[in-house]
């Protein structure tokens, strides 16, 4: 069972919905990616890009 620690939680942005957290990926100057917090359900970028399976919304 996937578990997102609090504290990188609290400590990162909050973004509301994932067209949000694509928009600041666009305007950020490295590689990020945004995936959905099981804590929060918001979604947080992250700039690990491998061995990181990224949440996608159903639908
Ligand atoms: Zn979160």
Redesign the pocket.
């Given at each position: 069972m996937k578990r997102?620690r609090l504290r990188i939680?609290t400590a990162?942005r909050?973004y509301g919905s994932e067209a949000d957290a694509q928009a600041a990926v666009e305007q950020a100057t490295i590689i990020l990616r945004p995936y959905r917090?099981d804590?929060?359900g918001?979604f947080?970028l992250t700039s690990r890009t491998k061995g990181k399976r990224i949440a996608r919304p159903a639908g």
């Open positions: 997102t939680c990162k909050r917090c804590r929060c918001q947080h």
